[in-house]
């Protein structure tokens, strides 16, 4: 099994990235909206067309000069979000959305239907109606 390289690939150690379901109702798309709302929180759509949410967390097993401590016997899920050659989230996003804005116009743009579920003042944000 291949090692992770934090220095080569500081994704998978430096942020806690959970893939998520496609928002298809009010309550999926108002789940999104609320993780925005927390600092520094981001969601974004990978080329592969999955939603995920990513929030910035070192991982603890780091040293300071940026080694895996359990790089010996790293975690199978080390693995699982790590992406060759990624050291942004654009590398590997489609859609990145920082902000509550961010999401709802591209909904508005792109998911119609399901921007005009959600509650009016919260359409308002990007003058939706």
């Known amino acids: 099994m291949l090692k992770v390289d934090p220095r080569k ?6 942020f806690v990235n959970i ?3 496609y928002p298809r109702t009010r309550g999926d798309t108002e789940a999104f909206l609320w993780y925005l709302y927390h600092k520094k ?4 759509i990978s080329t592969e067309g999955e939603w995920h949410l990513l929030m910035p967390s070192r991982c603890i097993q ?3 000069d940026n080694r895996c401590k359990i790089a010996s016997w790293q975690l199978h899920r ?7 050659n990624s050291g942004r989230i654009e590398d590997v996003a489609r ?7 961010e999401l709802l116009l591209y909904l508005r ?20 109606r």
Do not use: D, I, W
């Not at 690939?9 to 430096?14: A, D, Q, V």
């Not at 080390?78 to 060759?84: A, N, R």
């Open 19 to 21: 893939e998520m379901t």
């Open 78 to 84: 080390c693995f699982q979000h790590t992406h060759p």
């Open 109 to 128: 743009e792109r998911r119609p239907a399901l921007f005009k579920k959600l509650p009016a003042a919260t359409r308002a944000v990007v003058g939706g």
């Open 9 to 14: 690939n500081p994704l998978s150690c430096r």
């Open 41 to 44: 929180a981001q969601v974004y």
């Open 95 to 101: 859609f990145v959305f920082r902000t509550e804005e």
């Open 62 to 64: 780091l040293t300071k």
